[in-house]
């Protein structure tokens, strides 16, 4: 059984509200509340409160609602661009706070995969491990990062880069105080019973 997502970490209240985005898209993807909470790892009452605005969710969250409902966290979030450009300029990325993580969306919404930029700050969701289909390919763009892949730890520093297979364990943390910044793409599940699963790192770490 997977490990529950973590129901504390509430989302800034600057974010949009994402309660009426959250209902539609679950009914849009014709599962009810129940199936929708056990493929997210949340209890129903939890994904109630986000339904209702009572509660805001995490960046981790977000995630496994989007790929649960086969959308992006843009869309989740009410973000409707008029049209999908191949350009996306630096000064119109507008920042999202999450979990303690800084997040640009640096593609298009409704692509197959869903680019981000993203600043890691020091202890933010070190301890998170995440689990789900599909694939990542991330690029240390400044400070290092730790990078858990099973039960190996790499250190990666600016201009190192990353892709592997979602199914392996991973955490993703800054290894300097300073934080970091980072590329991250990943691809977005179709399939509405993909899940992104969080829970507490378990295990040693082999240093490489």
């Known amino acids: 059984m997977s490990p529950a997502l973590p129901e504390e970490a509430p989302v800034p209240s600057e974010l949009p509200a994402v ?9 849009r993807a014709a599962l009810t509340l129940e199936v929708a909470a056990r493929s997210a790892g949340l209890s129903p009452a939890h994904l109630s409160r986000l339904e209702t605005g009572q509660r805001q969710p995490s960046l981790p969250m977000l995630l ?35 979990g303690g993580w800084t997040y640009f969306q640096a593609g298009s919404a ?26 990542e390919w991330l690029y240390a763009l400044e400070g290092r990062l730790r990078l858990r892949l099973g039960d190996t730890s790499h250190r990666l520093d600016p201009g190192d880069s990353a892709h592997f297979d979602s199914l392996t364990p991973h955490r993703i943390a800054a290894a300097d105080r300073g934080g970091a910044e980072l590329l991250f793409v990943h691809t977005l599940l179709q399939s509405p019973t993909a899940a992104l699963c969080l829970g507490p790192a378990a295990g040693p770490i082999r240093e490489v």
Request: overall charge positive.
């Open 110 to 135: 409704g692509r197959g995969m869903q680019a981000l930029r993203v600043h890691v700050p020091y202890g933010s969701q070190g301890d998170i491990v995440r689990v789900h289909p599909g694939e």
């Open 19 to 27: 309660a009426p985005q959250l209902r539609a898209l679950r009914r």
């Open 64 to 98: 496994a609602l989007a790929r649960i409902y086969s959308t992006t966290v843009s869309e989740l979030l009410g973000e409707t661009p008029a049209d999908r450009d191949a350009v996306i300029r630096g000064g119109a990325m507008e920042a999202t706070e999450a």
